[in-house]
Every structure is written in C-alpha cells, then in structure tokens.
C-alpha cells in the first residue's frame, strides 16, 4: 500500500507561480508518480508524470510546469509558472508501481487532491 499526501494549493494571481507537494508513505518503491486535475464539473485530467526513466507533460502544461522527484523522501513535485485561471482545479497526485501513463487506470493509489485556484 501506499499512501500520498498533498500540499501546497492556493490561490494565486495569472501569471504567478506555485508548488505543489506530494509525499508517498508505506512503500518505499514507487516507479511512476503523476499528477492529475479535475476542475468544476469536468473529468479528471492527466497533467503531468514521472517515472524512473522517462517524463511526460499534457500540452496544455507543457513548457509551464516542471515535474521532479526526490526519491530519498518519496516525494514528487510540480512547479507551476505562467499559471491562467484555466488551471484552476483540484489536483490529485497519484503512482504506480510498475508503469507510467495518462489514464487514471494507470495508477493506483491517490492523494486526496489539493486545489488550485488562479484568478484574473
């Protein structure tokens, strides 16, 4: 099992910055931890992840937002810069432990989310 933790939302002005925290506790290997968003009545949308070997960026963040690791203290982050109120939503870290991906099937165990909320 694992258990993830999230921190770091809030509010924020266009074009601010945030971080955002996850940290991963109970199993101590994890191969691939991500990042997911679901605004006000839409679906939950792939953002961001990251394995051992390779990372991956949805379109929409590409080039805004950076995914790291500390994998001493289990932890992932996404920095997020140039942020547009479009970006507001609950954010949901979540990891697998053998495959990478950008469906929720693809990882199986999740934060609780933390939201995020830029304003114009």
């Known amino acids: 099992q694992v258990q993830l933790v999230e921190s770091g939302g809030g509010l924020v002005q266009a074009g601010g910055s945030l971080r955002l925290s996850c940290a991963a506790s109970g199993r101590t290997v994890v191969y691939a931890m991500g990042w997911f968003r679901q605004a006000p009545g839409k679906e939950r949308d792939f953002v961001a992840a990251m394995s051992w070997s390779e990372t991956d960026y949805a379109a929409s963040v590409k080039g805004r937002f950076t995914i790291s690791r500390n994998n001493a203290k289990n932890t992932v982050y996404l920095q997020m810069n140039s942020l547009k109120p479009e970006d507001t939503a609950v954010y949901f870290c979540?990891?697998?432990?053998?495959?990478?991906?950008?469906?929720?099937?693809?990882?199986?165990?999740w934060g609780q989310g933390t939201q995020v909320t830029v304003s114009s």
């Open positions: 979540a990891a697998n432990l053998r495959r990478i991906g950008r469906q929720d099937d693809d990882y199986a165990y």
